[in-house]
């Protein structure tokens, strides 16, 4: 079974311009749908700006799950995610 991860408060300091350069993916469809819609911004814009990815990971937090694991599976870095654990009050619900 995979770990599910999310970005480390130095993974959430990345802009996307930095992700990208590093070699990370884009987001899924729906990952980068829903963070856009949320942020207000669509993709080409972070690009333009300084968007960093814990402001992705606020957006829409399951397209921050989607970058740390990708972080940790594809580019070998550990230190941008750590691993995800449901709150406790969603694992007792």
């Known amino acids: 079974m995979n770990r599910v991860w999310k970005l480390s408060e130095e993974g959430r300091k990345l802009t996307w311009n930095e992700w990208k ?20 911004l669509p993709p080409a814009a972070w690009e333009r ?3 960093t990815l814990g402001r992705i990971e606020d957006a829409w937090a399951a397209a921050g799950r989607e970058l ?3 972080a940790v599976r594809h580019l070998n870095r550990p230190e941008w ?5 449901e709150e406790a ?5």
């Open 68 to 70: 740390a694991g990708f």
């Open 81 to 85: 995610a750590v691993p995800y654990e």
């Open 49 to 51: 700006g300084e968007i």
């Open 21 to 40: 350069h590093a070699g990370g993916c884009s987001l899924s469809n729906l990952g980068e749908g829903m963070a856009a819609r949320n942020l207000g």
């Open 89 to 93: 009050h969603v694992k007792n619900a």
